[in-house]
């Protein structure tokens, strides 16, 4: 969909030998061989993440309001709009796509929202919701695919 906003090449031979892997998966036959191995590896890696947002939590809250929201602004419901245009995009995007295509993108736009967010906050104080929108894209993206696998399941 987006192969065109990337690299333009009026060659068919040369655009058939190229192949762009943005993002990579592990391979699906070592996740079936090694089932039990990948779940335990999951569930430590959860389990890492789950304490070190306990107890390092409150300090990221407050570096991440401090950082992008000033002190000012209060939650004006226009900014709702931020929030609600990205979870319809990526839903769209990931039901029309693979998550696999997706997520290059939202990692592109996670990036970009978050120096602009930054900067706006900083010079300008103008709040735009960076990790309420950042968040949501990625529960979109999360949760369609996880639709898509129930259905497919």
């Known amino acids: ?3 065109h906003l990337l690299l333009r090449i009026s060659n068919p031979a040369l655009k058939k030998n190229l192949h762009f892997n ?3 998966f592990p391979k699906m036959k070592f996740l079936k061989n090694n089932s039990v191995l990948s779940s335990l590896i999951i569930a430590v ?3 890492v993440f789950t304490s ?3 107890t390092y939590g409150d300090k ?4 991440m309001r401090e950082s992008f929201s000033p002190e000012q602004t209060k939650f004006a419901w226009w900014k709702l709009s931020f929030i609600v245009f990205a979870a319809i995009v990526f839903g769209l995007l990931t039901e029309i796509k693979s998550f696999k295509k997706v997520l290059p993108y939202a990692l592109i736009f996670s990036f970009v929202w978050l120096i602009v967010g930054f900067l706006l906050a900083k010079y300008k104080n103008i709040d735009l919701l960076v990790v309420p ?3 949501t894209s990625f529960l979109t993206i999360t949760l369609v695919h996880l ?3 129930w259905q497919i399941d």
Do not use: G, N
Request: aromatic share 22%; no cysteine; glycine share 0%.
């Open 1 to 3: 969909m987006f192969d």
């Open 22 to 24: 943005y993002f990579t």
């Open 45 to 47: 890696a959860i389990s």
């Open 52 to 54: 070190a947002l306990w």
């Open 60 to 63: 990221l809250v407050l570096f």
């Open 133 to 135: 929108v950042i968040l």
């Open 147 to 149: 639709k898509k696998l």
